[in-house]
Structures are given as structure tokens and as C-alpha cells.
């Protein structure tokens, strides 16, 4: 497994295998609800216009190029949910930090992910990493975690 | 124990836990004054076009209160269909506390009721009263007790109650976990 963070990965990148074009730049991850699983990467395009590859397309997220198959495999974005998230409406770094229990914890600042699934690992916020099996929910409002375990 | 004044609970954003949406904001306390109960929250919209919501949050439908929001599970713990309640500023349903004078069972006069206090955390409850003291600048707080008896302008509280009162809300916390636990043991 191989473990990055969304600023290492921001820029790079994509290219189709058939062609051997460039089809785009990590710019930014639409991520689940839960707020731990990476659903598409967006590569192009503002707003609307934005267009993103599905990660499951995705034949190799490398250290140097994020591949897929084809062009064809980059699509606009086809909901409410993908628009909000390239608009940034809901994002993971920025992303206000509170606890089930209705405390702030800080602002995400970055996030490390699995290469090979797209499995978010840790959130790193200005408060500390948060472990993802910590992680509730994200949402336009906050980033929701459950509290650490009491340290004895 | 960790409180808050039921006022400071006001403007708080409701957020789902499953969404990470803030899906509400609290417009106002409900409040029992009788049984010295917390019933829920009254709610407003959030955003620019913020209005009041005819939804209500019943206390037991909460997950937490924290001081920076108030935390639900899902969605569909806002139940539209109940009836709002009067919220604790809406003075009639409220004169039966705030205001109050609250007098010990020895007749010593302890102050003006001028705040709920509810404990935060997973289970929310009213735990206090804020007084403003009749002699001297400054409030103190009393627990709430099973014992209170309420009369529409006084409270009388029993005198063993009377040594729990601080005069500081994190201080009072404390107090209020220790008289709970002598309460537990005396019904032992």
C-alpha cells in the first residue's frame, strides 16, 4: 500500500494509456458522504464545466502520472454531489473539524489516501491527524469525528 | 460535568452526524418550568434567508450539545409534524422560572433566577439555575433538585442543596456531579 497526501498529488498528471495524451491535472477529490473513500478525481473545468474521472476507472494512481484507459473515461460532472464538490462547496482540506459531541477541532489541512483503493487513511488537521475509522461524515458544514479514545 | 447557560445555546448550527450538513440553527429553548425540564429546541433556517422553521427538536431526539453545535444524527431527527411548544423567551411560559426568586427552606433569600443550565455532552439535561445575588454584584448557581417547590414567583430549594451553590459555572459543574452521587446514595 502506498500512502500519499492530497498536496503531494495536487497538479499531476493525468494521461490516457491509448493515446498518451494529457487529459488533465489532479486538481482536486470528490469524496463519499462518509468522508473516507476518494469517488473521482477532478481533473479539468470550473463549476459546471468541471470534468472528473471516476477513480475506478483509473488503471494506476502513480508517483509521477495518474493513468486511465481513454479520454472517453473523463466525464463532466453528472451531479449535484460531484458540483458541489469541484465547486468546493464540500471539500476536505478547509474543511471545518467537529467532534459527535458538537466541539470544533480545528480545519482540515490535508489528507493522506491509498494509492491503490483511493481509501482516505488519515486526516491531518492544525489539530492533530484524525484516524479515517475516526471519521463520520463530510458535509458542506464540518468534517464529523468521533472523539479519540480517553488516553489512559 | 461540562455546562452551558440554555441562552448560550441559542444561534448554534444543528449538524447531522451522517451528513456533516449544518441543517438548522437553534432559534430558542424549551423549557418546563415546572418540572424543570429541557424539552427541545425551536429552530430557524440557516443561511441569509434565515426564518423560523416550524420544525422542533425534542431533547431526547439530540445526540449532543457542545459548545460550538448541536449534533443529531440524521436529518430525521427533526420531527415537522409536533407542535412547537412556548420557548423560554417567550416570557408567559417562562415566567415560571426566570425571575423566580428562590428562597432556601430556612427562608434565606439566595437570588433571582436570571439562566437555565444545562449540562452538555450525549445525554443534555437542565442540571441549574444562575442567580443574581440579592446583596452583592455577581450570580451564583444552584442545582436543581426533585425537591424544588415553585410557586409561580418563588423557589424553594432544601437546605441541603444550598451548599452545592458556586459561584463559578465550571466549579458548579463539579458540584453538581457530587450532589448527584449523594442523591444516588441516599436512595440507596
Known amino acids: 500500500m502506498s500512502i500519499e497526501t492530497f498536496k503531494q498529488v495536487?497538479?499531476?498528471?493525468?494521461?490516457?494509456?491509448?493515446s498518451a495524451d494529457t487529459i488533465g491535472h489532479v486538481k482536486g477529490f470528490v469524496l463519499d458522504a462518509a468522508g473516507r473513500q476518494i469517488e473521482a478525481i477532478h481533473v479539468d473545468g470550473r463549476g459546471k464545466n468541471a470534468s472528473v474521472v471516476d477513480w475506478a476507472t483509473l488503471t494506476a494512481f502513480g508517483q509521477d502520472a495518474v493513468m486511465v484507459p481513454s479520454e472517453s473515461d473523463r466525464a463532466t460532472v453528472h451531479d449535484g454531489h460531484q458540483t458541489e464538490a469541484v465547486k468546493g462547496k464540500v471539500g476536505m482540506v478547509g474543511s471545518r473539524v467537529?467532534?459527535?459531541?458538537?466541539?470544533?477541532?480545528?480545519?482540515?489541512?490535508?489528507?493522506?489516501?491509498?494509492?491503490?483503493?483511493?481509501?482516505?487513511?488519515?486526516?491531518?488537521?492544525?489539530?492533530?491527524?484524525?484516524?479515517?475509522?475516526?471519521?463520520?461524515?463530510?458535509?458542506?458544514y464540518a468534517l464529523v469525528v468521533e472523539l479519540e479514545e480517553a488516553h489512559s | 460535568m461540562n455546562l452551558m447557560r440554555a441562552s448560550d445555546v441559542m444561534g448554534l448550527p444543528v449538524v447531522s452526524i451522517?451528513?456533516?450538513?449544518?441543517?438548522?440553527?437553534?432559534?430558542?429553548?424549551?423549557?418546563?418550568?415546572?418540572?424543570?425540564?429541557?424539552?427541545?429546541?425551536t429552530l430557524n433556517k440557516r443561511g441569509y434567508f434565515a426564518g423560523r422553521m416550524k420544525s422542533v427538536l425534542g431533547d431526547d431526539s439530540v445526540a449532543a450539545i457542545g459548545p460550538d453545535a448541536v449534533m443529531i444524527e440524521s436529518e430525521s431527527a427533526i420531527d415537522d409534524k409536533a407542535v412547537a411548544p412556548a420557548p423560554l423567551t417567550e416570557l408567559d411560559s417562562a415566567r415560571p422560572v426566570l425571575g423566580n426568586r428562590v428562597l432556601s427552606e430556612d427562608g434565606t433569600d439566595l437570588g433571582e433566577v436570571v439562566a437555565v443550565i444545562l449540562s452538555t455532552g450525549d445525554r443534555?439535561?437542565?442540571?441549574?439555575?444562575?442567580?443574581?445575588?440579592?446583596?452583592?454584584?455577581?450570580?451564583?448557581?444552584?442545582?436543581?433538585?426533585?425537591?424544588?417547590?415553585?410557586?409561580?414567583?418563588?423557589?424553594?430549594?432544601p437546605v441541603e442543596a444550598t451548599q452545592f451553590i458556586r459561584g463559578d459555572l465550571a466549579g458548579f459543574g463539579a458540584a453538581v456531579a457530587s450532589y448527584r452521587s449523594d442523591e444516588l446514595e441516599k436512595q440507596r
Not at chain 1, 482540515?108 to 461524515?137: H, K, P, Y
Not at chain 2, 443574581?132 to 454584584?137: E, I, L, M, V
Open chain 1, 10 to 18: 495536487d497538479g499531476r498528471t493525468v494521461i490516457a494509456s491509448d
Open chain 2, 18 to 41: 451522517q451528513s456533516g450538513e449544518d441543517v438548522a440553527e437553534v432559534r430558542d429553548v424549551v423549557y418546563d418550568g415546572e418540572a424543570h425540564r429541557l424539552v427541545g429546541f
Open chain 2, 124 to 157: 443534555p439535561e437542565a442540571v441549574g439555575y444562575e442567580l443574581r445575588s440579592p446583596t452583592h454584584d455577581g450570580t451564583s448557581f444552584v442545582p436543581i433538585t426533585a425537591q424544588m417547590a415553585l410557586s409561580g414567583e418563588n423557589l424553594v430549594v
Open chain 1, 98 to 140: 467537529l467532534t459527535v459531541e458538537g466541539r470544533s477541532a480545528g480545519k482540515v489541512v490535508d489528507a493522506e489516501f491509498d494509492t491503490e483503493t483511493g481509501a482516505i487513511v488519515r486526516v491531518i488537521t492544525d489539530n492533530g491527524a484524525v484516524d479515517a475509522g475516526r471519521v463520520r461524515s463530510l458535509g458542506s
